[in-house]
């Protein structure tokens, strides 16, 4: 019997979604100066401000695996 193959396969958009988050890592420590005068905030704000990829890279890093191998199924 030939095993179905699932409608979504959500491999390549986990890799997309990591690669965002990589790229914010990147790009907003360099720039939080400029952020920090526009939006005037201070050193807290800010400081959770490029703390949040950081965070939503932990949790769908743990997410992944999961539903990965729920498509694998």
Do not use: H
Not at 42 to 50: E, H, S, W
């Amino acid at each position: 019997m030939k095993k179905r193959q699932p409608f979504f396969n959500f491999s390549w958009e986990i890799f997309l979604i990591a690669g965002n988050l990589r790229l914010t890592i990147i790009v907003i420590p360099p720039i939080s100066s400029y952020i920090m005068q526009s939006f005037d905030l201070d050193q807290t704000k800010i400081g959770l401000l490029t703390s949040i990829p950081l965070i939503c890279f932990g949790l769908l890093s743990v997410l992944a695996p999961l539903v990965i191998r729920d498509q694998s199924r």
